[in-house]
């Protein structure tokens, strides 16, 4: 897991890595401590070809901005830069697998 400092890192790490999952998140915030090891064992396990990031909101308040970030825990699934998957809040690890699946079993046709 990369945590992200910078718009420009960030901009990086776009255009090297077509799959990214992107994981904006709060540093009080205990929905957000409790899914964060959740996701990372999904990306880990099952999506190896998705890249996994963390941004901390109140630590990149520009970059949250640009992606319309009002409330936290958001995941975001960027293919080549576009956002394709955007949850918030009350995530089912189950269902955010499946679309997950879907999508980069397509991309990787």
Not at 71 to 82: D, S
């Amino acid at each position: 897991m990369n945590q992200i400092s910078s718009i420009e890192q960030f901009e990086q790490i776009i255009k090297d890595t077509p799959l990214v999952l992107a994981y904006f998140s709060g540093e009080n915030c205990s929905v957000c401590n409790s899914l964060k090891p959740k996701i990372e064992m999904l990306i880990e396990q099952s999506f190896p070809s998705v890249k996994y990031i963390e941004i901390k909101t109140a630590q990149n308040p520009l970059l949250s901005a640009r992606f319309n970030i009002f409330t936290v825990p958001v995941l975001l699934l960027l293919v080549e830069g576009k956002e394709y998957i955007r949850e918030s809040r009350n995530i089912s690890i189950v269902e955010l697998s499946g679309k997950i699946d879907k999508i980069v079993q397509l991309y990787e046709q």
